[in-house]
């Protein structure tokens, strides 16, 4: 078997800590560092009931996108059992269970969220969106890709590709008018790249958690926008995370949660 820090330091290898954004919170987060490991569950984030998942399952690690605890939107002062966090905090370490958490590096290396999600999307000839280095091996690295697709002749029907793709109950679309070509995928919040998108030339960009004023700026440089959800566009690298744990420890079971889902629907 192996221990939670060779799994920390597998997934280093994999996902560079020097990727991840200063403010970011990565790496074994909460838990047992020499603990030995049979079983590892792999969401896109730890839940209350994500971590009692893994409870019944007998995992004791949690591998997940967003961190448990980040620290860049709230410092963790107090572990109390009456706070939504505090609450997790100690459902893990009650079960003795850790949690290992690979944020914005995964979201920047190759073959990460991204990654994954261009190839959800059926893209080809995909390069990066916006580069922001090579990385200690030499691997380019940056958040967003952009990509050639099959061609649909507009915007209406390839979101309906998307959501089916990517298994979501709704999305939000700004339709420019213009058939879907050349295509922009930024998985989680980064409405921010449309004018990274623009500029690579692309008639669509697909990403989630986009304001109203993005939306605007869309419809005015005539691309179309298409949120498809948090979860869903970020979901698709979790599948990732399973195969590389799979291959570099292949004595110790590997699960995808199962309870895990969109938390809201549309109506």
Not at 60 to 87: F, Y
Request: hydrophobic share 45%.
């Amino acid at each position: 078997m192996a221990a939670v820090r060779q799994i920390e330091e597998f997934l280093f290898s994999k996902a560079p800590k020097e990727l991840a954004m200063d403010w970011d919170n990565v790496g074994l987060l909460v838990g047992f560092p020499d603990r030995e490991v049979d079983k590892i569950l792999v969401a896109l984030d730890i839940t209350g009931e994500v971590a009692d998942e893994a409870a019944g399952l007998g995992a004791q690690l949690i591998v997940a996108h967003h961190p448990v605890m980040n620290c860049a939107w709230e410092k963790v002062q107090t572990v109390r059992s009456d706070t939504v966090q505090g609450s997790i905090l100690i459902k893990l370490l009650t079960a003795g269970i850790s949690g290992i958490c690979m944020h914005t590096n995964l979201d920047a290396v190759a073959g990460g969220v991204n990654d994954a999600l261009a190839q959800r999307l059926g893209l080809s000839h995909v390069e990066q969106l916006h580069p922001d280095g090579v990385d200690s091996q030499g691997r380019p690295y940056g958040i967003g890709r952009v990509g050639e697709a099959a061609g649909f002749a507009d915007a209406k029907s390839f979101a309906a590709f998307v959501r089916d793709a990517l298994r979501a109950d709704g999305l939000r679309l700004e339709d420019a008018g213009r058939p879907v070509r050349r295509v922009a995928v930024g998985g989680g919040a980064c409405g921010g790249m449309l004018s990274d998108a623009a500029a690579k030339g692309c008639d669509t960009f697909v990403t989630a958690d986009v304001k109203y004023d993005v939306f605007l700026t869309a419809r005015a440089l005539g691309v179309n926008l298409i949120d498809a959800g948090h979860f869903s566009t970020e979901n698709v690298v979790c599948p990732v995370l399973a195969s590389w744990l799979g291959e570099g420890f292949p004595e110790v079971e590997v699960v995808l949660s199962q309870r895990h889902k969109e938390v809201f629907s549309c109506l």
